[in-house]
């Protein structure tokens, strides 16, 4: 178990998910921990790749020009098109959806998209849009730019519902940012925060 835990620390942003974690490991194999703690080890034939989540037992995988969704139980592979160019930044992935970040020529893009169907359902302005969280039909973000707003957009359409200003809900005196990704529960919105110094 310890030998299992440190080698988890040297790994580079593993998923860690309820069904297990799944990590990448130097070899470009990918490492599968459930929560019996039982280890598998698939190597994939597609380099290079980004491990994108892990979702409904799928390792869900990103190349340049495709999506894999892997089940490392039985070794199936389904691939599906991707036809995202440039520097490409998935948000968020939910049932089939994926949230998109994409820089584009006109600047930074948001988007809605089912990778199983390639397509895409919308497209939003996403300049400064960070971290994600989803709930039902809001999805709601932190920024890369104004670090003490909270924005919730439309899972619909991706339309801006309200944006919030953490300093001025009455938080004790001193000037705020959001570090980390918001999570929603029980119609509650929880953001880590930290107070900057003066």
Known sequence: MMQLVRQITQVTEPLITAAGIVYKNSD????????HLSVIESALDTTPFVLTAMMNREVVIRTRDKIIAWDTDSNVRKEYPFNYTGSVQIKLLYDDNMIIRNKTADGWKLSKYNFRDSNLIWDADGAYTHL?????????????????????????????????????????????????????????????????AH
């Not at 470009?28 to 929560?35: E, F, L, P, Y």
């Not at 439309?154 to 519902?161: M, P, V």
């Open 132 to 196: 994600f969280t989803g709930n039902g039909d809001q999805l709601v973000v932190t920024h890369t730019e104004k670090k003490q707003v909270l924005s919730c957009l439309s899972e619909t359409n991706g339309h801006l519902l309200w944006e919030v200003n953490i300093n001025e809900l009455g938080l004790p005196a001193g000037s705020y940012e959001i570090i980390g990704r918001p999570q929603l529960e029980g119609g509650q919105i929880y953001a880590g925060c930290y107070q900057r």
């Open 28 to 35: 470009n194999a990918i490492i599968r921990i459930d929560n």
